[in-house]
């Protein structure tokens, strides 16, 4: 399969880059497009078929339910059921944008390999004008997944699809960087209070302003169900060299790189600039210290530079579980599979 990446955005023709990406997945072919968290792989979600393309091209295994896009907010009753009062508020505040409702699944509608066997849906409306765009054109709900091979960060520019997709896709829109950089909160509304099921671009505290109380999920014990949330089961990512957290600090930082390098081991690092140390073999700055909304906008894609060096080892420095800082830790606790650099 050959894969065409094509550049969106004012100055070319849009229509036609549009018409190719709606017939695409009418024929039900798979199409990755940009949206304000990272870039998704979308199949018509009604169509058990292109659906099952989206497992093959990623390598995911299939038993992880997909989230699906719709891209006006009356569209969440097409597809379910007995919605909380509590989803009206939330939307008027958070939709279009980086938050996920899991809802009652309306049975018939939506393919049964979105949902894996499960009876709810997981449904956002992206914020990011391309998504919208191709999703109004289309006017069917997009199943997309981050659009990297299974195990490789998601992706924040088209570059990285086509590295990770080259071959599997037939066509990439290319709508430059994305601007969040994690992907979409996911809140449970069947329960009371809602439970967030992965911390994003939409914070904690953002949500409890709004609604009240809101419970953060833990580990399941049971790894042999169906996950109640992502990533419980399946490894996310993990980057070629391992990675380690280390505190903030620059005499932990210091000593942690005197005792790799004792050891012969070059040391790929990301952090903030004002712990920047000439001492790393690599540093990649993830902005002011202050910014965690730029340390989780650069996050995914410093993670692949430091994969593209010769590093034997990640440093990533932390940051407070704060706003967005929570869904950036989270993230790096997968990366590193709980590892911290002490000692
Ligand atoms: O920002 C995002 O959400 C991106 C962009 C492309 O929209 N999408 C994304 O999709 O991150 P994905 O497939 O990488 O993550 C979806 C997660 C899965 O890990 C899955 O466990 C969870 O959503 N999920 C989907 N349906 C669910 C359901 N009914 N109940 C619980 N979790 C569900
Ligand atoms: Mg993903």
Redesign the pocket.
């Known amino acids: 399969m050959e894969t065409t990446q094509e550049i969106v955005d004012n100055l070319v023709d849009n229509d036609r880059v549009y018409e190719q990406a709606v017939g695409i997945l009418n024929s039900g072919g798979i199409v990755a497009f940009p ?1 304000e ?5 979308g199949a018509i979600a009604t169509n058990e078929q292109a659906v099952q393309r989206i497992f093959e091209a990623k390598g995911r295994p299939s038993d ?4 699906v ?1 719709i891209g006006n907010q009356s569209d969440i009753e097409k597809y379910a059921t007995d919605i909380a009062e509590i989803a009206d508020v939330l939307l008027k505040e958070f939709w279009p944008g ?1 938050l ?1 409702l ?1 809802m009652k ?1 309306k049975a018939g509608v939506i393919a049964d390999v ?3 066997g ?1 009876d ?3 449904i ?1 409306m ?1 914020d990011h004008p391309i998504a919208l765009a191709l999703l109004r054109k289309l006017d069917q709900p997009l199943a ?4 990297n091979r299974s195990g490789k960060p ?1 992706p924040t520019e088209a570059d990285h699809v086509y590295y990770d997709l080259i071959g599997r896709v037939p066509l990439i829109l290319d709508g430059g960087e994305t601007g ?1 950089g ?3 909160t ?1 809140l ?1 509304i069947t329960v009371t209070p809602p439970v967030i ?2 911390p ?2 939409i914070t904690k505290e953002q949500l409890e302003n709004l609604i009240g109380t809101v419970h953060i999920a833990t580990l399941p014990t049971d790894q042999t169900v169906t ?6 089961k ?1 490894a996310h990512y993990a980057p070629e060299a391992p990675l380690f957290i280390i505190e903030p600090n620059a005499d932990s930082i210091a000593h942690a790189l005197e005792t790799s390098h004792q050891q012969n081991k070059r040391v790929a690092m990301i952090g903030p600039d004002e712990l920047y140390t000439e001492r790393a073999d690599w540093y990649f700055s993830t902005g002011s210290i202050h910014n965690r909304e730029a340390m989780a906008s650069s996050l995914y894609k410093l993670i692949r530079q430091c994969d593209n060096t010769e590093a034997d080892m990640i440093l990533a420095i932390e940051t407070d579980h704060s706003g967005i800082g929570a869904a950036v830790m989270n993230r790096l606790d997968k990366a590193s599979d709980g590892k911290r650099f002490t000692e």
């Open positions: 949206t968290t990272v870039y998704g792989l992880n339910p997909l989230i896009h980086p996920t899991i699944k979105v949902t894996a499960l709810t849906v997981a956002r992206p997309a997944p981050s659009a998601s969040v994690v992907e979409s996911i449970d099921l992965r994003g671009g996950p109640r949330a992502p990533g419980m399946y």
